[in-house]
Nanobody, 115 residues
Framework: VQLQASGGGLVQAGGSLRLSCTISGARLRDYGMSWYRQAPGKQREMVASITTTRGTNYGDSVKGRFTITRANNANTVYLQMNNLTPEDTAVYYC??????????WGQGTQVTVSD
């Protein structure tokens, strides 16, 4: 299975980005998915997750600002990020749930928020 994350970039504080994660080699409809991020010198953290029935869960630091959605017919998971802050700067990755069954991580997509 391959994971292709895209949509990152450089944005000013308060701005928005929409990340996409397209899966190949598996049917998205069969899996719960999560977005993770890793900032330099920090551990990877879960940002948002979505079940096969579209139930969602968010990390405390992004609640109310980020929204995870899925398009099974496009084999793609999205992360809408609003009101970004410099603390959101990281490489963002997607993967399946649960984490202990994770696929190969892929390169992720860099999000940089300037103040």
């Amino acid at each position: 299975v391959q994971l292709q994350a895209s949509g990152g970039g450089l944005v000013q504080a308060g701005g928005s980005l929409r990340l996409s994660c397209t899966i190949s080699g598996a049917r998205l409809r069969d899996y719960g998915m999560s977005w993770y991020r890793q900032a330099p010198g920090k551990q990877r953290e879960m940002v948002a997750s979505i079940t096969t029935t579209r139930g969602t869960n968010y990390g405390d630091s992004v609640k109310g600002r980020f929204t995870i959605t899925r398009a099974n017919n496009a084999n793609t998971v999205y992360l809408q990020m609003n009101n970004l802050t410099p603390e959101d700067t990281a490489v963002y990755y997607c993967n399946r749930n649960p984490l202990w069954l994770a696929w190969s991580w892929g390169q992720g997509t860099q999000v940089t928020v300037s103040d």
